[in-house]
């Protein structure tokens, strides 16, 4: 007799265990799904900053052309800005088109994890070539303005020390944003890997 109730106790909580599994194994489908959609939101607000910065790029380089012409700058110089908005152009698509959104949402985690690592070792790499070039410019900018006799140097001066701090300060919100965004987007998959 106390074997049939050991026995069937036994099999009440194998029962019960296997209720539980399938609850959970819902509730962990439930998280993954939710954890993928926060993943592709991100991604989706990636790209879109992208967008708005290539517009902005774009826009920026027939302005260039105007304003630096107004200046009265050196045509070497315009065509060396230009052809850098040119190259962060097209830095920006390539390395924002590594990941798509669809892919964050259906896609293998371990190639969401590599895109996600490339496209933050790409804004690291980016800072190693855009520094730089920004001193050189800055230097040749200055030199150029300084060769204008109808441009007071106040004037020079504050409008660079203007446009270097704005600049500065757009350019490491957005360098900060995108490595944030990435390393979220990698803590989700680690989490989702455990």
Known sequence: ???????RELQQMKEQLAILTQKLDKETIVNERLMRRAMKEKVTKMQRN???????IAFGIPYTIGIFHMLGVSAWLCAFTIL???VALVFDYHTHNVLKPREALY??????QKKALRIKQAYQNWLKVSIPFLIIWC???LYELSLQAHIPTEAIITGFVCGGIIGGLIGIKQYNK???TADEILEQIEEMQV
């Open 1 to 7: 007799m106390n074997e049939y109730i050991d026995s």
């Open 50 to 56: 992208a967008l708005i910065k290539g517009i902005a």
């Open 84 to 86: 850098f908005l040119a």
């Open 107 to 112: 896609g293998n985690l371990m190639d969401v």
């Open 139 to 141: 230097t040749w900018f």
């Open 178 to 180: 995108v490595q944030r």
